[in-house]
T-cell receptor
């Protein structure tokens, strides 16, 4: 197992609500990335944070937002939930230097269901 | 859009056989990574190959990279039932993944 943890494990929300998912990075890692994985699909890159600054964003609307804290833990916030937001949300931490990416260590994911 | 695209989408083999899956990508890369995902769980990093490397080994895994063809392959030798999982390649600092190859190893 990696040292990356995510909470909660499972979550059920109603359309239109807001949700916050949390991730604790592996010790010593300065970069965290968030992914959305629909059933049967590969992970889709949402965004990445490097030393508390957003460092890249995928094709997701602004209602998906994030934070990275000084201790390198992270949050993913999703506003105005839609049914299509139902998915497994994965965070991954890594060490990055000078724009060069290294292997990522994934958490077990949060399964979000929107009804 | 996804950067890595794996092929085949699904692969079923008998225990002890070798499994080969391929990955194609579109733009230049610093490195390419392979990951495994057991059903509904987090991804596990398998191997990273840098753009100036052509082949890399890790245990029963062998990865090749052909930057002229923008492609990579992952070979799992002497497969085991425990290798049953989805396998993904990823490239770029933002780790663009393909849809994966679903490998089933029958005992």
């Amino acid at each position: 197992e990696t040292g990356v943890t995510q909470s909660p494990t499972h979550l059920i929300k109603t359309r239109g609500q807001q949700v916050t998912l949390r991730c604790s990075s592996q010790s010593g890692h300065n970069t965290v990335s968030w992914y959305q994985q629909a059933l049967g699909q590969g992970p889709q890159f949402i965004f990445q944070y490097y030393r508390e600054e957003e460092n890249g964003r995928g094709n997701f609307p602004p209602r998906f937002s994030g934070l990275q804290f000084p201790n390198y833990s992270s949050e993913l916030n999703v506003n105005a939930l839609e049914l299509d937001d139902s998915a497994l949300y994965l965070c991954a931490s890594s060490s990055a230097s000078g724009g060069y990416s290294y292997e990522q260590y994934f958490g077990p994911g949060t399964r979000l269901t929107v009804t | 859009s996804q950067q890595g695209e794996e092929d085949p989408q699904a692969l079923s083999i008998q225990e002890g056989e070798n499994a080969t899956m391929n990955c194609s990508y579109k733009t230049s890369i610093n490195n390419l990574q392979w990951y495994r995902q057991n059903s509904g769980r987090g991804l596990v990093h398998l191997i990273l190959i840098r753009s100036n490397e052509r082949e890399k080994h890790s245990g029963r895994l062998r990865v090749t990279l052909d930057t002229s063809k923008k492609s990579s392959s992952l070979l799992i030798t002497a497969s085991r039932a425990a290798d049953t999982a989805s396998y993904f390649c990823a490239t770029g600092n933002d780790m663009r993944f393909g849809a994966g190859t679903r490998l089933t190893v029958k005992p």
